[in-house]
C-alpha cells in the first residue's frame, strides 16, 4: 500500500508523517507539491509516474519545520 497524501495546493504546514515531497515545476514560480509521501520510494515512485514532456518533477525531502530541501 503506497503511503501518499495528495493535494491540490502547497499546505502551510505538511501532514506530521510526511517526510518527502513530490514537487512540480520545482524552482519556479509555478512550483508545488503534488503528493506528500511517507518514505522515499514511495515518492521516487509517484515522481516517475508523473513525468512528462514539458513538466518538471523533483523528490525533495520536508524538514522539521515544512520547508523542503533536495538534500536527503
Known sequence: MEKVMRT???AKNPPP???YAVVLN???LFQ???V???TLLDA???AAETREPGLE???MRVLPHG???TEY
Do not use: F, K, M
Request: aromatic share 8%; with cysteine; net charge positive.
Open 67 to 69: 520547508q523542503l530541501t
Open 44 to 46: 521516487e515512485r509517484w
Open 17 to 19: 508523517c510526511a517526510r
Open 36 to 38: 506528500y509521501a511517507l
Open 26 to 28: 520545482p524552482g519556479t
Open 57 to 59: 518533477v523533483d523528490v
Open 32 to 34: 508545488r507539491v503534488d
Open 8 to 10: 491540490t495546493q502547497r
